[in-house]
């Protein structure tokens, strides 16, 4: 059995990882002087008595499930049902950090072992009328996995950790088989033991499953070379409660619209993802990262637009704006910030917008494309920082979360949110989005990168930082959420990579129209009608 299950409340991203993240004095008394007060220093929040609601699944459904998954695996404890509750976005951390606030918990959380013991536990949910919540590693932040149970009675989570191997490997079709439950490390380890990569890591990689992948359409920080998640799906099998449904069994098809891309972004509405045939690649031999500056944001958008029409993006291709620099040249230990200061200004660039490139492959690959792109960066002015600015990024890729953690510790709100544009709408979609989050908490640092490139637009992702409204905390973030997402509406798109969930499903309509929600609510009627599956997400 997976070494990672245990009833432990995940209340912030350490409680697993163990490696907290701590905020040096030198970055409190600086974002002092950006946001405002800081909260002195304090030990991390410890649990807190949170009440638990007395469960509501009745012993005929509690021994229908046991008989599928045996009564271990039925689980109704208050901290294995507390763990499954909620996601890890900025509001889901606050609500578990607050005993006074009331969220929804499941009944019981059910641990299949296999594929047929996740349709039979659907079929028994069915069967008794019970909300089911699909859950993985837990790590949304758009409400995807709460626990919420609609006009049911009662609702479980149905925790994948057990779906977690690798069911086959096609090494002559290059497709490997996995199931849902596997988390990101353990996908390259499995892999990697056949000389193999899926190159799919996004910064929930540590926690995040590929059944997760697959339901909220990710998008890993090497999208631009080795695609985004369903780029990379060939098949996919779900469980659902009119019975098992397979998908993909050829590299492309005419027959009909793709249903695999209907399964994949379903979000555990239209079904319980099991496993996912994906394409993969040869394990790269090398990795160069390296980081450059450019004098302006317009500079950068331009640089980053040419190569990606021109198909010379790095595997990984991440311009940060002014500020998100500013903040790391700030905070970042590890930069010689006084010195790369004085380095870029003899060059022009008082200002800088980092740009971080990586890539992957083989020696000869890596090195041919590298030239093609360093070629055209020197062409448009960019001014070379060098490798350990991209391995700064590498090897503190994953940081955030923590940093979060250590960052709500001290008094401070800081959550992100994300969207995607055409080329021509980009620079006005940052400007309105930064905006509407400034007018809605006043005093604030407003971050934004682009992630993701492509030949005809671009995501942007935004970090927000600022001092937490200790009078009505939960109703600050939501006030500004509702706001940038206005000012997205009609620009982009609401979510480039973190889905739906119930925090974007009022803005779904204004995207792909009253008759796409329409489209969408016949498909789950048809899978699932009478509602069991995620209630109150996607539609």
């Given amino acids: 059995m997976n070494a990672l299950i245990d009833h432990r409340l995940r209340r912030s991203w350490t409680a697993e990882a163990g490696d907290a993240a701590q905020l040096p004095a030198r970055a409190a008394k600086w974002l002092e002087q950006r946001i405002g007060q800081v909260a002195p220093d304090a030990a991390p929040a410890s649990e807190l008595p949170v009440e638990i609601p007395s469960r509501k699944l009745d012993e005929s459904a509690a021994a229908a499930l046991s008989e599928v998954v045996g009564a271990e695996n039925v689980l109704v404890d208050d901290a294995a049902r507390l763990a499954r509750a909620t996601g890890l976005s900025y509001l889901d951390l606050l609500r578990r950090r607050s005993a006074a606030v009331e969220f929804p918990v499941p009944d019981a959380v059910v641990l299949p072992a296999d594929a047929e013991e996740v349709q039979a536990v659907l079929d028994a949910c069915v069967r008794h009328d019970i909300g089911v919540v699909p859950f993985g590693g837990g790590t949304s932040v758009v409400g ?3 626990a919420l149970r609609g006009e049911k009675a009662s609702v479980i989570a149905l925790d994948l950790v057990r779906l977690d191997a690798l069911v086959s490997v096609d090494a002559e079709s290059r497709i490997a088989v996995l199931q849902a439950g596997v988390r990101g490390p353990e996908a390259e380890r499995l892999l990697g033991e056949h000389g193999l990569t899926l190159g799919h890591i996004p910064q929930s990689w540590e ?3 590929i059944g997760g992948f697959a339901a909220t359409r990710s998008a890993g920080q090497a999208s631009a070379g080795y695609g985004r998640f369903e780029d990379m799906v060939t098949g ?10 397979k998908l993909g069994v050829a590299p492309a098809s005419a027959a009909g619209p793709d249903l695999r891309q209907l399964a994949v972004g379903s979000e555990g509405a239209l079904g319980v ?3 996912v045939a994906l394409r993969v690649r040869p394990k790269p031999l090398v990795h160069g990262y390296e980081g450059y500056a450019l004098p302006s944001w317009e500079a950068g958008l331009t640089v980053v637009r040419e190569l990606a029409q021109n198909r010379a993006l790095a595997d990984v291709t991440r311009l940060s704006d002014g500020d998100e620099t500013e903040v790391s040249l700030a905070l970042n230990a590890g930069l010689k910030t006084a010195v790369l200061r004085r380095y870029l ?3 022009g660039v008082r200002r800088p917008c ?7 492959g083989s020696p000869r690959d890596v090195g041919v494309r590298r030239r093609e792109t360093v070629r055209r960066l020197k062409a448009a002015g960019a001014v070379r920082v060098g490798k350990a600015l991209g391995e700064s990024w590498r090897h503190g890729r994953f940081a955030g979360p923590r940093q979060r953690d250590a960052l709500l510790d001290r008094g401070i709100c800081v959550e992100t949110l994300e969207t995607a544009a055409y080329w021509s709408n980009v620079d006005e979609l940052r400007d309105d989005v930064r905006a509407a989050l400034t007018a809605s908490l006043g005093r604030a640092i407003v971050m934004c990168h682009v992630s993701h490139a492509y030949e005809t637009g671009a995501s942007l992702y935004f970090t927000v930082l600022t001092a937490r409204d200790e009078a ?4 600050q973030w939501q006030r500004a959420k509702a706001a940038a997402c206005e000012a997205i509406t009609g620009l982009g798109t609401i979510s480039h990579h973190h889905a739906v969930g119930v925090d974007h499903a009022p803005y779904l309509s204004a995207e792909i129209g009253s008759l796409g929600v329409e489209v969408l609510r016949a498909a789950k009627s048809a899978v699932d009608p009478t509602g069991i599956l995620n209630p109150g997400k996607l539609v």
């Fill in 472 to 475: 009505d905390p939960i109703g």
């Fill in 345 to 347: 200004a003899a060059r």
């Fill in 207 to 209: 926690r995040a499953t």
């Fill in 144 to 146: 995807g996995v709460a």
């Fill in 273 to 275: 993802i099991t496993e």
């Fill in 354 to 360: 980092f740009l971080i490139l990586g890539w992957e």
């Fill in 236 to 245: 996919v099998r779900l469980a659902t409660p009119r019975g098992e449904w």
